[in-house]
């Protein structure tokens, strides 16, 4: 099987598996943009060096399961939705230090606000301290409400807020002389701040969720005896496919169409910074062993948003069912191929890009 890439976007294809039983094989392309680009001018593809590369692997901003992911691995066999994803740091307007900032993500239906605060800690009266100052803050879900108590476990008694494992804040088995001193959490929703450290609060950030929080972990499907017995390996009934969607369920939308506009509030020291997606239209294909090419409609289905990288990042994704073997699939096409390629073929010869032109 082999790859063509005539784009300029980066592509790669993995094998699949399906809700049906079905093999496959997804095929992804991706690029990276400015969010600002030089005025007067017409966004372009940021070169390979400088985008986001294709991830085989889901990365953590530290230990795996027991930090915020950052990026999941673009090979899922199909999302239902786009996500929408966001790795920011709120900034005091005019670069003059707050103790709080309302940040916000506006694009297609979605539009989400909540609040970043400074630092803070627990008193021995389970309340906060009053936020220090910051002019920039990152917003992730390290830092927002959430957590594991393990205070009780030699008991047999664990809590976690499964909406968010890995935050800060969740004690609801700390005795109140235990709280004092430990790191409140520095994001909340507009106007429900965090006051009890033994209730559940709605964690608050851009980034992408774990399979195993809430609410996701739901769409995983039910692995019992009867799965065991009857259904492995493959999925069971139960499954639903929401359950390769890594944006937390606010942050999800429609495909992506190109010429949306989105708006950013708080996560710049500009204050608002607006761009519009590219309106690219992405040729996808497979040709089959009898040399048969089958065009398929790839979709922009995850969005990845780095205002402090000033870049945004968007994945196209195809899938093709495979009825015996891989080796149905002949070529994988990205990017539509010139006709000195299409000859080549034909005429079993191989062809040589002119100096300078990217083929794959």
Same mark, same amino acid.
């Given at each position: ?73 673009? %090979?899922?066999? @199909?999302?239902?939705? $786009?996500?929408?994803?966001?790795? #920011?740091?709120?900034?005091? =307007? +005019?670069?003059?230090? !707050? ?13 989400? %606000?909540?609040? @970043?605060?400074?630092? $803070?800690?627990?008193?021995?009266? #389970?309340?906060?301290?009053? =936020? +220090?100052?910051?002019? !920039? ?224």
């Amino acid at each position: 099987m082999e790859l063509h890439n005539a784009s300029k976007l980066q592509a790669s294809y993995a094998s699949a598996l399906f809700k049906d039983g079905r093999s496959g094989i997804v095929m992804i392309a991706k690029g990276s943009w400015p969010i600002k680009a030089p005025e007067n001018t017409r966004p372009c593809l940021l070169p390979e060096s400088e985008a986001l590369p294709i991830q085989e692997t889901d990365t953590f901003t530290g230990e795996p399961g027991l930090s915020a992911p950052v990026y999941e691995n673009d %090979f899922p066999s @199909v999302k239902p939705f $786009c996500d929408v994803i966001m790795h #920011a740091c709120a900034h005091a =307007p +005019q670069g003059k230090s !707050a103790e709080q900032v309302q940040v916000g993500l506006e694009v297609s239906n979605i539009a989400k %606000f909540f609040v @970043v605060t400074g630092a $803070c800690k627990w008193t021995k009266w #389970a309340s906060l301290t009053p =936020p +220090q100052p910051f002019t !920039a803050q990152p917003v992730s879900y390290d830092l927002a409400f959430g957590g594991t108590d393990l205070t009780q476990q030699d008991k047999g008694q664990v809590k976690v807020c499964m909406a968010n494992p890995v935050g800060r804040g969740f004690m609801p088995l700390h005795p109140f002389k235990a709280i004092e001193g430990k790191p409140g959490p520095q994001t909340h929703e507009t106007g429900k701040p965090v006051v009890d450290p033994s209730l559940n609060y709605a964690p608050q950030s851009f980034g992408p969720i774990a399979r195993n929080w809430a609410p996701r972990h739901q769409f995983g499907g039910t692995y019992d005896q009867h799965w065991i017995e009857q259904v492995r390996p493959f999925l069971p009934d139960d499954f639903d496919e929401r359950f390769y969607q890594c944006a937390p369920p606010d942050q999800q939308t429609a495909y992506l169409q190109g010429g949306e506009t989105v708006t950013l509030h708080g996560v710049s020291p500009e204050g608002t910074l607006t761009f519009k997606i590219p309106e690219n239209a992405v040729y996808m294909a497979v040709i089959d062993h009898h040399g048969t090419e089958h065009v398929l409609s790839p979709q922009a289905d995850t969005l990845i948003i780095e205002p402090e990288l000033n870049r945004f990042s968007i994945v196209w994704r195809a899938n093709w069912p495979v009825h015996r073997t891989p080796e149905e699939v002949d070529t994988i096409l990205v990017g539509t191929p010139t006709r000195g390629w299409r000859h080549a073929r034909m005429t079993g010869k191989t062809f040589v890009a002119d100096k300078g032109k990217r083929i794959g």
